[in-house]
């Protein structure tokens, strides 16, 4: 098993800031992707951005340009740091672990842009 820990959501105003992290513990496999996806109310939950074991990242057209996804060099936190955060980017975002055998969830962490 492997649990992860998310923490950093909030209330933003429009074209504010936000950084997302997310610790991951347990049975940890080498070679694994971690990545962050959302879900707004009536939506399907979708990817926001992953970065894997080797550093390889992509990211969801919809954040492209303005988030950016990083490891720690423990490489077991992950991080999301969120520019130009629009309404449309309000949604719980989820932490998500996989390796070859093993998928997790995180609790979610609400993020909210209004003004």
């Known amino acids: 098993q492997v649990q992860l820990v998310e923490s950093g959501g909030g209330l933003v105003q429009p074209g504010g800031s936000l950084r997302l992290s997310c610790a991951a513990s347990?049975?940890?496999?080498?070679?694994?992707?971690l990545g962050w996806y959302r879900q707004a109310p009536g939506k399907e939950r979708e990817l926001v951005a992953r970065?894997?074991?080797?550093?390889?990242?992509n990211c969801g057209a919809a954040v492209k340009g303005r988030f950016t996804i990083s490891r720690d060099h423990t490489k077991t936190t992950v991080y999301l740091q969120m520019n130009s955060l629009k309404p449309e980017d309000t949604a719980v975002y989820y932490c998500?672990?996989?390796?070859?055998?093993?998928?997790?969830w995180g609790q979610g962490t609400q993020v909210t842009v209004s003004s």
């Open positions: 998500n672990y996989l390796d070859l055998t093993l998928q997790s």
């Open positions: 347990g049975n940890i496999h080498s070679i694994n992707t």
């Open positions: 970065i894997t074991s080797g550093g390889s990242t």
